[in-house]
């Protein structure tokens, strides 16, 4: 992008100065008045081109004016616009670093310090006149001062957020890969840590369907083996299973009602 700003602004200049001085030229050519008047008074080179719009010769040297303007100005618009934006860029990364050190600053202002012992008690300690208390303190060494205070232990509420957060990251990932158990348990999970959050009541909805289908499918196939093989009883058994997993199945309580009647209702 430099390069194409740099021709187009050379050029414009070259054809700006072409288009100067043939004019100036041709004011010479007219008259001495035009001549001096093109080179020394300015803009008089445009109203001498106005005056002798006839001639194609001052139309062209206008044109070649025109042309070395425009690319002028265009150059300069993109080469402006390039300027500003490094500069916009420029500025947001020295700004940057400055307000992190501020935030930081500011972060570390308002944390208490710790607390030191208050300087009484260390004196009443060492004037103690107590034999046995001066016995105990030498056999008990004294905790060191200015230990850093122990952080305190996160939120219920933070803690709770991070369980649904990782529950139901693990749980979209088990539901991606089809492995729709896994993903039941940990959509629990994060129901459990936010009974109210409508994405885990859904999540856990659907699971919980896929795999009633999933089960619905497995048992009728089971049945459907076991009724061709003359195992009724585990055909009716497996059916029975099947329309427990979807109650609303036509196909479960048909094979039900098929077994059932070939067996006179004998199982």
């Known amino acids: 992008m430099i390069w194409v700003t740099i021709i187009l602004f050379l050029l414009g200049l070259l054809l700006s100065l072409i288009g100067t001085l043939w004019t100036g030229v041709l004011g010479f050519m007219d008259n001495l008045f035009w001549g001096l008047a093109c080179w020394l008074i300015p803009l008089a080179g445009f109203i001498f081109i106005f005056t002798r719009w006839n001639s194609k010769a001052v139309r062209a040297s206008l044109f070649v004016q025109m ?8 150059a300069i618009f993109i080469g402006g616009s390039k300027t500003i934006s490094l500069l916009k860029e420029s500025l947001k990364t020295a700004l940057t670093p400055h307000y992190c050190m501020e935030v930081k600053s500011a972060s570390s202002a308002s944390e208490p310090p710790p607390k030191e012992p208050e300087p009484t008690a260390v004196v009443a300690r060492n004037t103690v006149s107590d034999p046995a208390a001066v016995v105990a303190r030498n056999a008990v060494p004294d905790p060191p001062l200015g230990i850093l ?6 939120s219920f509420e933070t803690q709770r957020t991070f369980d649904f957060d990782l529950a139901m990251a693990v749980g979209d990932a088990a539901f991606e890969k089809k492995d729709y158990q896994t993903a039941l348990i940990n959509f629990r999970r994060a129901l459990k840590a936010s009974p109210d959050n409508n994405y885990a009541i859904a999540a856990v909805s659907k699971t919980e369907s896929i795999i009633k289908s999933q089960n619905h499918k497995k048992y009728m196939t089971m049945g459907y083996k076991a009724f061709d093989s003359g195992d009724y009883q585990t055909a009716l058994l497996n059916f029975k299973f099947a329309l427990e997993q979807r109650p609303d199945s036509p196909y479960a309580a048909k094979a039900i009602a098929n077994t059932t009647s070939l067996t006179n209702g004998k199982l």
């Open 67 to 74: 042309l070395g303007y425009i690319s002028l100005v265009t």
């Open 149 to 154: 205070p122990v952080p305190a232990p996160p």
